[in-house]
């Protein structure tokens, strides 16, 4: 297939990039910048010069595409709200350049808004809470409209906290944070948990949910079901020589910020599902085991 790939330079989107090109795949990676345009050569794709904000050429990658693989998304978690609409926006723009074929859009998500089952792990088939609750839902709720208005082929990939030993997720300004702060934190006994998975996992499950072009189909790109804050905490704890130290639920918003409304939430999630239908296996290492060689330069 020749893909249309956003965000392809980004963290998560070189990785999908050299995996589908490694599937024989041909990838048109959309690019803002003539610096990150040599990573998306050197990994074999074709550079297409453009940004987000432009509906021509978003529209002129979907054109010369068999699929779309949505990834990119701005990830100053300051304006969250705000860059959710914008990836409405977004997709919305893609699916009507899809309108009308059956040419397979993977859109992006995250597990945390179908957290709504109580007792139970996200799963892929639970109701899902709306932006309205939890921004992030945006993106289904636009890949739901783009279905329904314009049949278009629409798939969701979810993603937990994706790492390497670079980048964590919202570990990664969390990291920061402690820095600032002099002390690894969490809420409470620390028990709550986060849902994870290494990014080359991640990166092959975006080319099975794309090779599969299941109408409607929702995957949870998760390798671990959940880690506990108080584990991550430790793990940073002992990687930067710093502190630890439980904080009460009224001292979480100073200590955290704008982090707060997710420091304290349990979000385990599942990929059963996901694993049964599509074959997928992650194989990468632990989110623990990435912090313990955490990159501090």
């Known amino acids: 297939m020749r893909v249309f790939v956003t965000g392809a330079t980004g963290f998560i989107g070189l990785p999908v990039v050299k995996e589908l090109v490694a599937a024989a795949h041909q990838v048109i990676g959309l690019s803002r910048s003539q610096e990150k345009a040599a990573a998306l050569k050197a990994a074999g794709a074709e550079v297409l010069h453009g940004t987000l904000e432009d509906a021509g050429s978003l529209r002129a990658g979907v054109e010369r595409a ?19 609409e914008d990836d409405r926006r977004v997709i919305d723009a893609l699916a009507s350049a899809l309108a009308g074929s059956d040419r397979p859009l993977v859109v992006t998500s995250g597990t945390g808004i179908a957290n709504t089952v109580a007792g139970q792990p996200a799963k892929e088939d639970h109701p899902t809470v709306g932006a309205d609750t939890h921004p992030r839902a945006a993106s289904e709720e636009a890949a739901n409209a783009a279905a329904k208005a314009h049949g278009v082929n629409v798939s969701i990939v979810r993603l937990p906290q994706v790492h390497d030993t670079a ?22 006994d620390g028990l709550n948990r986060w849902p994870a998975a290494h990014v080359l996992d991640v990166a092959r499950l975006f080319r099975l949910a794309l090779e599969k072009a299941a109408p409607g189909a929702k995957y949870h790109a998760v390798a ?15 990687r930067l020589q710093l502190p630890v130290r439980s904080l009460a639920p009224d001292e979480a918003a100073g200590f955290f910020g704008w982090l707060s409304m997710f420091a304290g939430m349990d979000l385990p999630a599942s990929s059963a599902w996901t694993r049964e ?13 990435d912090l313990e060689r955490l990159r501090t330069a």
Request: hydrophobic content about 40%.
């Open 224 to 238: 671990e079901e959940g880690v506990a804050m108080r584990e991550i905490a430790e793990a940073l704890g002992r």
């Open 277 to 289: 239908t599509l074959g997928w296996q992650p194989t990468g290492p632990a989110l623990i085991a």
């Open 167 to 188: 980048r964590q997720g919202l570990i990664s300004p969390l990291i920061e944070m402690y820095r600032d702060k002099g002390a690894c934190a969490y809420v409470g």
């Open 66 to 84: 068999d699929g779309v693989i949505h990834l990119a998304f701005n990830h100053d978690f300051s304006r969250f709200v705000q860059n959710c």
